[in-house]
């Protein structure tokens, strides 16, 4: 043959010697498309008719390995070979073939190099099967494979979090063979030209598989209760652990599809355009480029503004942290600390990292420590007129081209900007508490905002791992304003005389982390508190006038215990109890379903959701759906509040 064979558009045959190399070349991704697939299915008919070949060798060209299947593909008829059919003819190939892998392999992709021979991959291969995260399982031989190769543990936590995985500790797992020392392809020639192990499946005790799986449910399995893709999932684990020689193909493929076509994983998939579709702003003129962010001062040493300065400090950017006195400095820098040292210890970051982000923090009492900073982040007190204050005070102190943010959660951005001589250069930043961990950042567009200011807050988030959505101005934004709209829905089912466990518990069993007053608690009931003027008007300022001020207090709607963990609380329902009686509302409610509570809670949410797109917050309905899973803890699996408002017939009851 010649010295290079085109296979297709996308795939292309070289022999060297004795080992005939298989190259696709679809760039920028290399995903397995028709073109990818009918391409190496050419490449090993081609090998059975070369004589003298010893092994083939499946590589790709560029910077990324197989990255797994084209999505444009799925719902629709799907051109041979399928990726199954493809595979399982790599898996019995008369002779060795050596999956070379280049940097991330993942889902399909990755399924094809274990149905290789062996594996050889260049020390900074990342390798995954994340379908779970989109409601499917590896449908191509991957779970089986896992399995027999490395145990059912390691299958587990392989094929259940979908996480990206390191060369070094795939090694460890027996997820690949060899690390290449230098230049790949000379390491793959190598290795196939030896005689490449074969390795055979690991046995293990019907007692280990039950342990396996039970310290799962009880671990890292509470966080995918009822979704349907982790169950299909350990029923094949179980099943190739427990029969190493027996093929899963058929099981396999019949899960995938049930899941493919169930509502979960359609709901997970639009999660997953969702946020592709996020960089999509075109309200910004063409060519429009983010100003240059190299250092970053911030207003407010509190929880919120530490926790902002956490999140800049990490991403390796220099922070000025400001406040009105020392000792509210000392415990913002405190807070700092703790924060690094967390990450540390989630292993982040490294220690050296750790004492490097500090040295990059400065303290100061005085603004004008903020003059040559290039973006401020207001984050004091939740009051317009302290807000109008500090920016008149930072406008006349910053920089002519510095940017001024605030982190309000609900204020007017314009009200704002009107306090300062830059209105195109002020927006609102809205981070999630605690804002060096949670992923979510509203950018919030004012009046006047200038195109590259909001592409520089959107850039910003970006760089230091926000999930950025940019929404227009509007009391609340669109998280908040949607949340006092359930807020107030479970105070008037409190005010009723419904439970407010049975409110939460509808909460929780639709899939939320927790219900409306658990939230509360969390937060503080003492947040925006008078406690100068209060008069017992509210339930929560009965709450708070009796020293119940949620989490913190050890008490709120609920009791607390040392460890944090919630109870029903029945001093809180003697105050509600004596608050209804004190208002006239003496009616006794009997129990409601949790259906008709959750019917309840979510039809006001949803009627704010259309106000916020008619009236063009959001540039697309799904932005409210990214906002809502990832800073209030939608379960993913339903897609998001805007999109389960569309499709919510498509789950049956109870799912």
Request: hydrophobic share 45%.
């Amino acid at each position: 043959m010649a010295a290079v064979e085109a296979l297709s558009e996308t795939v292309s045959a070289e022999r060297r010697g004795d080992i005939l190399f298989i190259r696709t070349d679809n760039p920028p991704l290399n995903l397995l498309s028709a073109s990818v697939r009918q391409g190496i299915q050419r490449g090993l008919s081609l090998a059975q008719t070369m004589s003298g070949l010893r092994a083939l060798v499946l590589t790709c060209a560029g910077d990324s390995g197989f990255s797994g299947a084209d999505m444009s593909e799925f719902g629709r008829p799907i051109a041979p070979p399928e990726l199954p059919e493809l595979i399982e003819e790599i898996a019995a190939f008369p002779l060795p073939v050596i999956a070379a892998l280049n940097g991330r392999t993942l889902g399909g992709g990755f399924e094809v190099a274990l149905a290789c021979r062996s594996r050889i991959a260049s020390p900074k291969v990342r390798v995954a099967l994340p379908e779970i995260r989109l409601g499917l399982i590896p449908g191509a031989g991957g779970i089986e494979r896992v399995t027999r190769m490395a145990g059912i543990r390691v299958a587990l936590d392989v094929c259940l979090s979908g996480r990206e995985i390191g060369a070094e500790e795939a090694l460890k797992m027996g997820l690949i063979d060899r690390i290449a020392d230098g230049d790949l392809i000379q390491a793959a020639l190598d290795l196939a030209q030896s005689e490449p192990p074969l390795r055979l499946p690991v046995h293990e005790s019907a007692e280990d598989i039950a342990s396996a799986i039970s310290e799962w449910r009880r671990g890292p399995g509470r966080r995918l209760a009822k979704q349907s893709a982790p169950e299909e999932a350990i029923a094949l684990i179980e099943t190739a652990a427990a029969n190493p020689e027996l093929s899963l193909r058929s099981q396999t493929v019949s899960a995938f599809q049930r899941l493919e076509r169930g509502p979960q994983s359609a709901a997970l998939r639009h999660l997953f355009a969702a946020e592709r579709s996020l960089r999509d702003l075109p309200f910004l003129p063409e060519g429009t480029k983010p100003a240059e962010i190299h250092s970053v001062g911030i207003v407010g040493a509190g929880t919120m503004g530490s926790g902002i300065a956490t999140a800049m400090l990490m991403s390796g950017l220099p922070v000025v942290l400001s406040d009105n006195s020392a000792e509210a400095l000392a415990r913002g820098r405190a807070l700092v600390a703790a924060n690094l040292d967390g990450a540390v210890k989630r292993g982040k970051i490294t220690g050296a990292a750790c004492e490097a982000a500090l040295d990059r923090l400065t303290l100061a009492e005085d603004t004008a420590a903020l003059s040559d900073v290039d973006l401020i982040i207001e984050a004091v007190y939740e009051s317009m007129p302290v807000k109008l204050e500090v920016f008149a005070r930072l406008d006349a102190v910053a920089k002519p081209d510095a940017i001024l943010a605030s982190n309000t959660s609900f204020l007017d951005i314009d009200r704002m900007a009107e306090a300062t001589g830059r209105p195109e250069k002020v927006l609102g930043m809205h981070f999630f508490s605690p804002a060096n961990v949670m992923r979510l950042l509203e950018v919030v567009r004012g009046a006047k905002t200038g195109a590259r200011e909001i592409a520089t807050a959107v850039e910003l988030g970006r760089r230091i791992g926000k999930t950025v959505v940019c929404v227009g101005n509007c009391y609340g934004f669109v998280g908040n304003r949607i949340l006092i709209r359930r807020q107030n829905a479970a105070m008037d089912l409190l005010l009723a005389g419904h439970d407010p466990y049975a409110i939460d518990r509808a909460m929780t069993d639709f899939g939320l982390p927790m219900g409306p007053f658990a939230m509360a608690d969390l937060a503080g009931l003492d947040v925006g508190w008078d406690r100068e003027g209060t008069a017992g008007r509210t339930i929560e300022e009965v709450m708070c006038e009796a020293g119940r001020f949620g989490r913190k207090s050890g008490g709120g709607y609920y009791d607390y215990d040392e460890k944090g963990q919630a109870r029903p609380s029945p001093a809180a329902l003697a105050l509600i109890s004596d608050f209804r009686k004190r208002n006239g509302m003496t009616g006794t409610r009997e129990a409601a379903s949790d259906e008709w509570l959750l019917e309840q809670l979510l039809a006001p949410m949803f009627e704010e959701i259309g106000r916020i797109i008619d009236e063009g917050i959001v540039l697309r309905a799904s932005d409210i759906d990214v906002i809502w899973v990832h800073g209030y803890g939608w379960p993913a699996w339903r897609g998001g509040p805007a999109w389960y408002r569309e499709h919510r017939h498509l789950f049956a009851k109870g799912a």
